[in-house]
């Protein structure tokens, strides 16, 4: 039994009493010793024993080792450690909950305490979250379970005894379903670890400190740590050994894959197949997601483990918690090596690092200061590139063209007929199927085709017996180890097409499209699941028909994570559960909220104020939006121009109120451009937008040539609106082209004239409006007030209602 990977399901279990004793609150059930948690984890344990039966675990030994987790409960013996089993198990559940006090429970307070946001207590620029807000265990008209759309901190949240005995029915439910299938140690792992995330990422783990960590995190965390622990001391370890924290017994494993941008928007031109663009930059995003996953499970294949030591994952980033021992380092040596020479081989568009920080217990006491010592030394991997294989060269005489491939311009084109490189023809296949499937499987071997191939794994798009990943937010229970994983993205089809209502169907939607000049046929025929290309999204523009990229970044991420856990007295409080979480929250948003507000807007209705009519033009309108990138805590998205200008409104007011906290908030880049325009330059464009509103003070979007405030661009919208109405009227109700232009220039001037020449645009103004209605003459003259939001950002409006009426 003492193997790490039932010593880390003993500490992924050893907390789970605190859901069954605050859903049986004041009621204890027949079997239960007492009302401590750790007599209801013992007791939970033993109700599913035929599970742990099942997977060969002693259900006994595995109550026993999960419930003595308590060294100071001096009072209850029966839940100190006893065994080196159960001090592992003690010591990591201490390490992992730096923020938890060490207090017996006679004082706990009844279960109706919320979870809090971990952006509640979060210090940066020197202001915190809301603090009395917290998130419900049950939404009105819900299921129990994480629902996107759900994570959103409430006033007065529902938390009772009532949605806590909901919750467990509900897992008691998924653990009997699990019982069904026949698992492997690592398959019961995984299942539990993604059970637990759909149930108890909004159960508190602590009631009587501060209640920011969830229980997910808090039981996650402390099987990573007691896996790695165990392992150090080769599963032979004294009590003392354990407990002396002396040595350096962690390794921190930082992951990351440099070049990414390059490597995405390396596509050299249109003519690449049908919808070539389009289909291939979601394929290259996504081969960049499953590269660093494939790296890290790798790692964690070379050395032992499970996905359960991956404490933090988003952007292309991982971090691994592994034992600082010879073997783990020369498994790192050999991935490196490998890795290396498959990016040489790929062309090196996508350069991986690895970089690894040891650090002794003492480090989770701060391990916001470990973040940082391990982020210094993947600084210093990305110094030296490919190190292993900067004698190897790149092409051979074995190589079959040396004419570059004509879509990636990199790799070589498979012959002189197929111009074409290997990737770049998988890419067309894989962006076509990536609408339609939900699940990511890594295979050893013999992968179905098309798939990605990286040194140790073949990934393609259906399950694995080995690992799976699934790219919608279901939790059922299966017989092969699975998380969820939201990194599919969206592409927009055919289908998100015709529910404009322009078309009674496909048939219809060919004969408008091929009248155009849009539509591209496919060998097999194009059928309603089929990405658009970005031609066709660009006609789905309001008046010009452009398209529009959006690049969002979250602003001061560094700083949060640096030392956003630190009080005013300098106390550092970021205990590796809480920067867990932190990350974790960050991904829902990005990989998660994101998608489901293009996806199905409607989640959103009630929480933005749509009234139904709204609801049901956004619904219609943003699953046109094509999610290039969106993970981490960034994102990259084409679309229709005006749709992409009203989504980005939509979604800093929901990131808003994701977060709760006045410094965390989103700077970003809007262009809007033809559709042939070549996707480096385009990247490039939005990139440089992107740049000048972070310059610009963050906080705002950069479009039109302006960094504007978000606040004071929903300002601007009324005046959109009447200048868009303007323009369509006619005779002296109205306001020609030319006027609007004349508005331009008279901006210009006000911007480019020394200081006392400045006001002259006045006058100019009144006399070009001479020969307006009244009504037109009374709106327009409020711009003589120069300070006012709609005069400092005129062609920002000016500028959107021209393109609206084109």
Known sequence: MSDPANIALAALLHDLGKLYQRAYWGHAPEGVSDWSHPAYTEWAIRQHRRLFEQAGLEPDWLAQTAARHHEGWSNKPQYQPQTPEGWCVALADTYASRERLEVDEKGSRAPDTPLKSVFANLRVQETYGQRDHGYSMVEAGREVGLKLGGAYPQARPNVSRDTYWRLAERLDGRLTELAKHSLGPEALLMNLLGIFQELLWNVPSDTQGEPDVSLFDHLRLTGAIAAALWAYHDGKATVEALRDETPEKFLLVLGDLGGIQGHIYRIQGAQTGVGGLAKRL????????????????????????TPLQRIMSAGGKFYLLLPN????HRALDAVRQGWEA???????????????????????RAFSEVLKAAHQKLVEAKLKPLSSQLSTPYLTSGSTSLRPCRACGVRPAQSATDELCHGCE??????????????IGFFPQDAPRPHYRFPAWQVALEASPAHTLRTRPDFTPAAHPWEVRLLAGH???LADALRQGRWRDLAEYQAWAKEQGLWEEEEEGRKADDPLTLAELAEFSTGAKYLGALMLDADRMGE??????KDEEGQDSSSPSRIASLSRMLELFFAGEVLELIKNPQTYAKRLGWDELKAREKAARYPLIYSVYAGGDDLFLLGPWDVLLEFALDLQALYREFTQHPALTLSGGFVLVSPSLPIPLLAEAVQEAEQAAKNAGRNRLHLFGQGVPWDELRNLLPWVRDFRRHLEAEGKAGLSSALAYRLLRLWRGHQDEDEARRMRYKPLLAY???????????????????????WQYLPVWVQWGLYLER
């Open 282 to 305: 979601r394929a290259r995003s996504l081969e960049v997601s499953l590269a660093a996953e494939a790296l890290g499970l790798e790692l964690l294949q070379r050395t032992g483990f």
């Open 325 to 328: 021992t010879e073997a783990v």
């Open 342 to 364: 498959w990016a040489l081989q790929q062309g090196a568009t996508l350069l991986p690092f690895l970089a690894a920080h040891p650090f002794a217990p003492g480090g989770f």
């Open 426 to 439: 998988r890419d067309g296949h894989m962006g076509r199927l990536i609408p339609k499937r939900t699940e």
């Open 491 to 493: 592409i927009p089809t």
């Open 560 to 565: 949060a994570f640096a030392t956003g856990f």
């Open 768 to 790: 070009a409006l001479r020969e307006r209605n009244e009504e037109i003459r009374k709106h327009y003259l409020q711009l003589t007030d120069h300070t006012q939001a709609a």
